[in-house]
């Protein structure tokens, strides 16, 4: 066998010698009247360790392509090419081949380690149920009666809810809109990936914030956009450096968080908004504002959202009930010129058919009732004692081992680590003490930096989350 594996490959040596005898078998290099290679035998040929062998083999005959008999040794299946001529699918190179890419492996497992673990959960970007308006909505789920269809509603949601948003972001938000400029999505998330997907090409140029939620989005790496990534700063990014990666790269459009921002909390200024807005204007780029948090200020004050401060028509607004009401809803939508949001319409229409109208129904009682504002006021004094209990752990546990800023709303802090650490380690030292997190690598080009979410967690679990991060911390 002259086959040699890529020791340099990402793919690990066991999957390259898989793909590499099913391939023979395809072609007939290994015929089905003749025994493959013992383990032993195939691992001194290759000269690899016999554990990555016996793993080739089992993901071979995993996918029943292979058959292991006591005495007579490792055969082809006679499925393959029997009466029967049977075969199952290699599903696993199906799973790699797939253009939609998945999350990053450490994302997955927070998520996995989060879900079948009793773990102190500073990583959800979820509000704990304990801030939901349960009462509210199981009033309007009880005693008013549905009164919306069953059957597929307009494609760019219930005409009704979209009424209502027009009122209720001229109210909270002091943007002037009206329904047919909105698009109901299934969250801000899936509002992102229509954007994405419908509006921009590959290789396009996009301008991101680094650190951010999207810096690893597999969303934008799918598509084979080029993210560029811009710095943010205690009042979110400088306008020069936007205007400096447009003229070096012709960036098509930009993205950003400006409210309370994944996860640096950074609130960016109005003089840097007129100024992004002035740049967007000039050279005509589109600019994206995502908009989950600037109703929970912890000071009381009105954040304006670029939407408001746009004349021309420039930016698109995504923004949801997720981080305000209740994620399960998933009621989001997306705020831009009427022919922008008719084709994102079509796109979401070819994916779902449109948004689920019971859902849509609660979403527009609720926005409607008295509670809701109400509901802002105690959801945003809420955030803030857990916001105080996080800043006073951090100080107390941890001192000058790190740094970081206060936000002034939103739902994460964003800390440095002042001395030099294997992140992944960091992360599962910190997930055997049960407190798990996100690790600041997976959402920014810098390294040494821990975002903590307390939206999840009362005050009493984030103080000894913080307690068990800094004990994971001091054992490394």
């Known amino acids: 066998m002259d086959w040699k594996p890529d020791r340099q490959a990402k793919k690990a040596i066991y999957k390259q010698l898989a793909e590499y005898i099913e391939n023979g078998i395809a072609d007939g290099t290994y015929p089905p009247d003749k025994p493959l290679p013992s383990e032993r035998t195939l691992a001194k040929q290759l000269d690899l360790n016999r554990s990555t062998v016996v793993a080739a083999y089992d993901e071979l005959e995993s996918n029943g392509l292979i058959q292991r008999n006591r005495g007579s040794g490792t055969t082809i299946s006679k499925d393959i090419w029997g009466i029967t001529k049977k075969r199952i699918p290699s599903w696993n190179r199906y799973i790699e081949a797939g253009s939609f890419l998945p999350n990053l492996p450490i994302t997955q497992r927070i998520r996995k380690e989060a879900v079948e673990h009793k773990l102190i959960n500073l990583a959800s970007g979820e509000l704990s149920e304990d801030l939901f308006p349960l009462k509210s909505l199981r009033e309007i789920t009880s005693s008013r009666s549905f009164i919306g269809s069953l059957g597929y509603d307009h494609p760019q949601g219930n005409a009704i809810l979209r009424e209502t948003i027009t009122k209720h972001v001229k109210q909270y938000r002091n943007i002037e809109t009206n329904p047919s400029s909105i698009l109901i999505t299934s969250g801000a998330q899936q509002a992102l990936h229509l ?268 103080d000894e989350g913080i307690k068990r991060f800094a004990e994971a911390l001091e054992s490394i």
Not at 234 to 252: A, F, Q, T, V
Not at 281 to 286: K, Q, R
Not at 339 to 351: C, G, M, N, T, Y
Not at 358 to 380: C, G, K, M, P, R
């Open 195 to 462: 954007v994405v997907q419908c509006l921009l090409k590959q290789g396009d140029a996009v301008a991101l914030e680094d650190p951010s939620y999207n810096y690893n989005l597999p969303t934008f790496k799918s598509t084979g956009l080029r993210p560029l990534y811009i710095p943010v700063n205690e009042d979110g990014i400088n306008p020069d450096d936007l205007l400096s990666l447009y003229k070096k790269h012709r960036i098509r459009m930009i993205f950003l968080n400006p409210a309370y921002q994944n996860p640096t909390g950074a609130l960016l200024s109005e003089k840097k908004r007129k100024a992004i807005l002035d740049i967007s204007s000039e050279y005509g780029i589109p600019v994206v504002e995502d908009d989950p948090y600037s109703l929970t200020s912890f000071t009381g004050e009105k954040v304006s959202t670029l939407k408001s401060m746009d004349v021309n028509g420039n930016v698109l607004y995504i923004s949801s009930l997720s981080k305000i009401i209740a994620s399960g809803l998933r009621i989001g939508w997306i705020i831009g010129p009427t022919p922008v949001i008719e084709r994102l319409s079509d796109a979401k229409q070819q994916i779902d058919f449109g948004h689920a109208s019971y859902t849509q129904w609660v979403a527009n009682d609720f926005l409607e009732s008295e509670n809701f504002h109400s509901h802002i006021q105690n959801l945003t004094k809420q955030l803030e004692m857990r916001k105080d209990q996080i800043v006073k752990s951090l100080h107390f546990y941890l001192g000058d081992k790190v740094d970081f800023s206060i936000p002034m709303g939103g739902i994460h802090i964003w800390v440095k680590i002042n001395k030099e650490v294997n992140e992944v380690q960091l992360l599962e030292e910190s997930i055997k003490r049960g407190v798990i997190y996100v690790p600041g690598y997976t959402m920014g080009s810098q390294k040494g930096f821990a975002r903590f979410t307390f939206a999840r967690e009362n005050e009493g679990a984030i």
